[in-house]
């Protein structure tokens, strides 16, 4: 047996073998070494040692108040920043019995939906940039992740952390053909995740690290990672916030749950995505009003406990809010679906041989940030 470490991102063992997913994958930010015990070329044991970069959000939030939390909240899964951001406020506002305007409620689950394209299409270029290399799907994958970003700039000025969400509302409407350049967007990430679909398809992936009901239950698996296993665990339709519940979205399930199966799971979603989306921009069309609702320059939380879930790009994030009546917080606790996958790599790495190490990687969506928060 030997004892091998590998790295993703920027090595903090200097002998450490790197695993690159390529240029667009989230992986590339941020560190997160893997300790492999292998015999034979196959894999016996694993040791996920993430928290380089642990930087103590949760103690922040302590000391922000319930404005600034805002802005902090979304930079710890930045590849769907919206998302953290939303979340925050869903708890806050929740906490607080305040409601959202109309054309706000539906414009945040837009946002969020873009959100989860962007973040869909980030993991699922590993296929094309590392495990099926193809330089045209890789090329066209990337222009459209910018002009994923260029809406999310378009609206509110910052490419990648939009800090669009205040408490009972937005900062400001989309502008005019906002939404008709939204779905356009989306009709080519649906384009796309079909023909990095065809490419997994051709090239018959091996059956490597499947993950059993068992561990999901055990490691808190949701999101795409327990969908591609069978699992039909989404938030969106079981526990409705936002109006997702007069969608009902509905998405396929793998049933083969290896490493294959979860990397087809992303590519699945997009098209019923893309859907929602179609839905949300002729709703927004017609629908007019404010975006945000006025409150008092401090605002205090009464005191109590309050919890929120939503259905993030990676599976289920929750936000439990304990509240002594301040203007801060007096906890802030989140559950975030990036620690939960890199946790269960270690549960099923052994048996994968080591030269299919890195498709068991990029199968469980993780954001470094979102790990180490």
């Not at 302590?62 to 930045?78: F, G, K, P, T």
């Not at 620690?339 to 190490?357: K, M, Q, R, W």
Request: hydrophobic share 45%.
């Amino acid at each position: 047996m030997s004892h091998t470490t590998f790295t993703l991102g920027a090595a903090l063992t200097p002998s450490a073998h790197r695993i690159d997913l390529g240029p667009e994958h989230p992986s590339r930010a941020g560190i997160v070494d893997i300790v492999v015990t292998e015999g034979d070329g196959i894999i016996t044991a694993a040791q996920v040692r993430p928290g380089a970069i642990h930087r103590c959000v949760e103690k922040l939030f302590e000391v922000r108040d319930y404005r600034q939390i805002l802005s902090l909240a979304n930079r710890h899964d930045w590849q769907a920043s919206f998302v953290g951001e939303l979340g925050a406020a869903l708890v806050i506002e929740a906490a607080l019995g305040l409601e959202t305007p109309p054309r706000a409620t539906w414009l945040r689950t837009m946002l969020a939906e873009l959100a989860r394209l962007s973040s869909h299409l980030a993991f699922l270029s590993a296929v094309p940039d590392a495990l099926v290399p193809d330089v045209a799907i890789s090329g066209r994958l990337r222009l459209l992740r910018r002009d994923l970003r260029g809406l999310v700039s378009a609206h509110s000025g910052n490419r990648v952390h939009p800090m669009v969400v205040r408490l009972g509302g937005l900062a400001l409407d989309v502008p005019p053909g906002w939404t008709e350049r939204a779905v356009a967007v989306a009709h080519a990430a649906e384009d796309v995740a079909a023909e990095v679909d065809s490419l997994m398809a051709a090239a018959d992936l091996p059956v490597v690290a499947p993950l059993s009901r068992a561990a999901i239950a055990d490691f808190g698996i949701t999101g795409p990672a327990a969908r591609g296993t069978g699992v039909d665990l989404d938030l969106r339709r079981l526990q409705p916030y936002l109006v997702y519940g007069d969608l009902g979205p509905e998405l396929p399930v793998q049933v083969g749950g290896d490493a294959a199966s979860r990397l087809r799971q992303w590519a699945a979603e997009v098209g019923p995505t893309v859907r929602l989306v179609e839905r949300l921009a002729a709703t927004l069309d017609d629908l007019s009003g404010e975006v945000v609702v006025k409150l008092p320059k401090i605002v205090r939380v009464p005191e109590g406990e309050s919890y929120v879930a939503t259905e993030g790009p990676l599976g289920h994030a929750g936000w439990f809010l304990v509240s002594r009546g301040d203007k801060v917080p007096w906890r802030l606790k989140l559950r975030t679906a990036s620690f939960a996958n890199l946790s269960a790599l270690e549960a099923v790495l052994p048996g994968t041989p080591i030269d299919h190490l890195p498709l068991a990687v990029a199968s469980f969506g993780y954001v470094v940030g979102d790990v180490a928060k």
